[in-house]
């Protein structure tokens, strides 16, 4: 960026190096981004202090048509940090938004003090987070809130949160847990309406794209909050739901024969070839095979150690790098008939990638190398995370697009956008923890580059300033898309889950990688939990970082084992807190 202010021009290069000059005028404005719960932060320097060359900014303006050529008037600059640096790179600024997330789905469901009731509970919640007339509860919402409490615990010791945390997973096995003896499995219901005290429980998915049908993805996701909650207190009851349910996805969704999870099985004999499935007939997809990581099958391993679990691991992302990458487009496939060969029909997919997905991969594959290493883990990431800035972001103006054509068509030089070229809050979260996990992993300088510009997007455009939270979609240019289910702050597809996940690992990430550390984590494990409490925050390579020291109950603890992050508890008739505080290590 350079600024020439007797001509009161300002010369800009995007993020794929095209030069753009806009003209900064007496009505030209900046701003700085600012976090969730603070005031807004004027900037009263003059233009010339504050466009200081390499600041990165965005800005907004209007183009004309003047003589033969177009100009482009700045109206609005926003810088994302003082001079070069960013302010999502402050020590405490993840921390700070995932407690003011916290807060609001807090008030939103149970009111700011009330005591927390999950009869209260509701899936829709309106843009200033008041509850529309809806008295539908799904279980995997819940489930997503109480994954985003229970990690608003971890960064801040909050015993409120906790408290969320622990009665929704209470609330779940309770109401929405179905065990079955005869099989020796859990199931859980895809939601409850609750009408005048009233509970009518709805096994088969209620979503138009599963109905009628048991999806893998929300028995799994199901999982997520109950999982990041065992973390913390180690409830054996927990485990053992856990446990159930892996049970049912080896019994029923598993392919024997080709390896793999079928994304449905209907809700009578609980096959994925029955014919009642439709579309959804012996199908394979990312949801099937790649949710089990990131939703809770990273966080058992790193709770249990669990061998079980980490072949489990591997066995997913051996299929995905067997199975998912394709040699024709740069995106990589989703959807699979049973064989594994590709679905290009499916519903509204057809031949399409979902942006996140793709980016997804490549955080879950670097993840999954940490634990296990292979070549063929950090190839096809590396691949991803190079190849897909050109095809899935808008290099222009900053943020990743939604869905787009997975190859081209003919006469074509630009994979198209399939509907618009919104961008939505979840596929930002993934390009945001795919680049940092990756520029922490191998110091490369592009991705630390797109990481930092990913953050930039969300955090200057994505933060509800006005009613809190996070908004769904935004426009291409950053300002958000207040239509429909996009204006809601709960849906179906959104609670706390990916705002919730992004501001803790990025934590984790930023300071334990990219040694901005060190890191305190809070833990509250029970009476009845295994002695053994394993605190390792994220599946990091081997010797990135170290435990330093515990304490229980606020006093100083050592019997803890500094390489393995594990830390040996006394015998106790009632719950422990438990600080554990982590540091990069140098090198």
């Known amino acids: 960026m350079a600024f020439d202010p007797t001509r009161g021009a300002l010369d800009l290069r995007t993020s794929d190096g095209t030069p753009v000059r806009a003209r900064i005028t007496r009505d030209t404005h900046a701003e700085m981004i600012r976090n969730l719960g603070e005031a807004a932060h004027p900037v009263a320097d003059p233009m010339i202090d504050v466009l200081t060359p390499g600041r990165h900014v965005f800005v907004h303006g209007l183009y004309y048509p003047e003589r033969g050529h177009v100009t482009f008037d700045a109206k609005r600059v926003v810088l994302v940090?003082?001079?070069?640096?960013?302010?999502?790179?402050?020590?405490?600024?993840?921390?700070?938004?995932?407690?003011e997330l916290a807060r609001f789905y807090r008030h939103a469901q149970f009111g700011a003090a009330n005591p927390v009731d999950f009869a209260d509970y509701r899936t829709i919640l309106r843009l200033g987070g008041d509850k529309a007339d809806d008295h539908v509860q799904e279980t995997d919402t819940v489930s997503r809130l109480v994954y985003g409490m229970a990690s608003a615990y971890m960064l801040t010791g909050d015993e409120d949160f906790l408290g969320v945390a622990e009665r929704g997973t209470e609330?779940?096995?309770d109401n929405m847990r179905f065990v079955d003896r005869d099989e020796d499995v859990v199931y859980w219901y895809h939601g409850i309406d609750v009408r005048d005290g009233v509970q009518s429980r709805c096994f088969a998915s209620e979503f138009a794209d599963d109905a009628g049908s048991i999806p893998?993805?929300?028995?799994?996701?199901?999982?997520a909050g109950p999982t990041q909650t065992f973390r913390i207190t180690g409830d054996p009851r927990i485990a053992?739901?856990?446990d159930g349910t892996l049970r049912l996805f080896e019994k029923f969704f598993k392919d024997p024969v080709r390896g793999g999870y079928y994304s449905h099985i209907d809700p009578i004999l609980l096959s994925p070839h029955h014919e009642s499935l439709g579309p959804n007939r012996s199908r394979k997809n990312w949801n099937s095979v790649g949710d089990h990581a990131p939703a809770y099958l990273v966080n058992l391993y790193l709770a249990t150690g669990d061998e079980r679990h980490l072949r489990m691991l591997e066995e997913t992302f051996d299929l995905i790098v067997e199975h998912f990458p394709d040699a024709?487009?740069?995106?990589v496939q989703e959807r699979f008939h049973g064989d594994w060969t590709p679905d290009r029909t499916w519903g509204w997919q057809q031949d399409r990638a979902v942006v996140g997905h793709n980016l997804k991969i490549a955080w879950n594959l670097t993840r999954m190398n940490a634990l296990r290493p292979k070549e063929s883990y950090t190839t096809l990431?590396?691949?991803i995370a190079r190849t897909l800035p050109a095809y899935g972001s808008d290099r222009r103006r900053g943020g990743w697009y939604d869905v787009v054509q997975r190859v081209l068509g003919v006469g074509q030089d630009t994979h198209r956008l399939t509907w618009h070229d919104r961008k939505a809050w979840w596929q930002q979260e993934q390009a945001v923890l795919a680049y940092l996990v990756l520029a922490g992993t191998t110091r490369d300088e592009e991705f630390v580059r797109h990481g930092r510009e990913a953050a930039a997007f969300y955090n200057a455009f994505f933060l509800d300033h006005d009613e809190g939270g996070v908004y769904f979609n935004v426009l291409a240019d950053g300002h958000p898309y207040l239509l429909g289910t996009e204006r809601l702050k709960g849906s179906h597809s959104m609670s706390m889950y990916h705002a919730a996940e992004l501001a803790f690992l990025s934590t984790v990430y930023s300071r334990l990688l990219m040694g901005a550390g060190p890191l305190t984590l809070w833990f509250k494990p029970r009476a009845d939990a295994s002695r053994l409490l394993r605190v390792a925050p994220d599946a990091l390579p081997a010797g990135s970082a170290r435990l330093e020291w515990v304490e229980v109950d606020g006093r100083p603890h050592a019997g803890f084992d500094p390489v393995a992050m594990t830390v040996t508890l006394p015998e106790s008739a009632r719950d422990l807190t438990v600080r554990a505080h982590l540091a990069p290590v140098e090198g």
């Open 81 to 99: 940090g003082p001079g070069l640096d960013y302010r999502f790179e402050e020590t405490d600024w993840w921390p700070r938004q995932l407690g």
């Open 328 to 331: 024709t487009s740069p995106f």
């Open 216 to 223: 893998a993805y929300e028995q799994i996701y199901a999982l």
């Open 171 to 173: 609330y779940l096995r």
């Open 240 to 242: 053992a739901d856990i």
């Open 381 to 383: 990431a590396d691949r």
